[in-house]
């Protein structure tokens, strides 16, 4: 489960930039799972 929350406290920081790359990122680890 995607816990978007969570991202931002690991990144520590808020970006739509960021925020799209880390989507893109789990999207291609859901397609090489």
């Known amino acids: ?3 978007a929350s969570r991202a ?3 990144l ?3 970006c739509k ?3 799209a790359a880390v989507l893109a990122a789990l999207a291609a680890e859901e ?3």
């Open 17 to 19: 930039t960021s925020f």
């Open 31 to 33: 397609g090489a799972a």
């Open 8 to 10: 931002r406290d690991r």
């Open 12 to 14: 520590g920081f808020v």
């Open 1 to 3: 489960v995607y816990d």
